[in-house]
T-cell receptor
Framework: SAVISQKPSRDICQRGTSLTIQCQVD?????MFWYRQQPGQSLTLIAT?????????ESGFVIDKFPISRPNLTFSTLTVSNMSPEDSSIYLC???????????FGPGTRLTVT | GQSLEQPSEVTAVEGAIVQINCTYQ??????LSWYQQHDGGAPTFLSY????GLEETGRFSSFLSRSDSYGYLLLQELQMKDSASYFC??????????????FGKGTKLSVIP
């Protein structure tokens, strides 16, 4: 199994500012992902965070808006840049352990942009 | 692309059995997973089916038919704590060519006394 922590757990930010969310895993993992979830809605994959190389972004998400760092196999950050109210959401970090199809999720960061 | 359909809400009585269906369309399919999410909590893994048939884990079972692009989650002996949202998710390759888990919109299960 994997235990994931995220910081901050929630934040209220002003329009036009940026927020960096941290994700820490208790073991080394190859595959790490960032998702977004509106309350009561489904989870949408933003990107796969690759260690040592640029993240792989899904359609509709770009690096300038959501820069991601992955300096090692236990840590990643997601930055939400130049925020607007439409960015208000829950952002979740997730990992998949090698040899399994089970994904573990962090507790999420609840972001509100005013 | 990938798309999944599941009912938005289901209500069942404590002690009963409930089945949550999921149909999917995908290009590049590895398997079908189910996740549970309580209000305010993180999704937690329940089951994974890569091959046709039924997988049983305690009170929960999951079924897959690859030829029908269909699966279901069966919850038996329902308990109040089973009230949560249940997501089916397909594993495959994204448009960017990397591994991806695509989630359905979720089924909100309410267990009533």
């Amino acid at each position: 199994s994997a235990v994931i922590s995220q910081k901050p757990s929630r934040d209220i930010c002003q329009r036009g500012t940026s927020l960096t969310i941290q994700c820490q895993v208790d073991s080394q993992v190859t595959m790490m992902f960032w998702y977004r979830q509106q309350p009561g809605q489904s989870l949408t994959l933003i990107a796969t965070a690759n260690q040592g190389s640029e993240a792989t972004y899904e359609s509709g998400f770009v690096i300038d808006k959501f820069p991601i760092s992955r300096p090692n196999l236990t840590f990643s950050t997601l930055t939400v840049s130049n925020m607007s109210p439409e960015d208000s959401s829950i952002y979740l970090c997730s990992v998949r352990l090698a040899g399994t199809y089970e994904q573990y999720f962090g507790p999420g960061t609840r972001l509100t942009v005013t | 692309g990938q798309s999944l359909e599941q009912p938005s809400e289901v209500t069942a009585v404590e002690g009963a059995i409930v089945q949550i269906n999921c149909t999917y369309q995908t290009s590049g399919f590895y398997g079908l997973s189910w996740y549970q999410q309580h209000d305010g909590g993180a999704p937690t893994f329940l089951s994974y089916n890569a091959l046709d048939g039924l997988e049983e884990t305690g009170r929960f079972s999951s079924f897959l038919s690859r030829s029908d692009s269909y699966g279901y989650l069966l919850l038996q002996e329902l308990q109040m704590k089973d009230s949560a949202s249940y997501f089916c998710a397909v594993s495959g390759l994204s448009g960017a060519g990397s591994y991806q888990l695509t989630f359905g919109k979720g089924t909100k299960l309410s267990v009533i006394p």
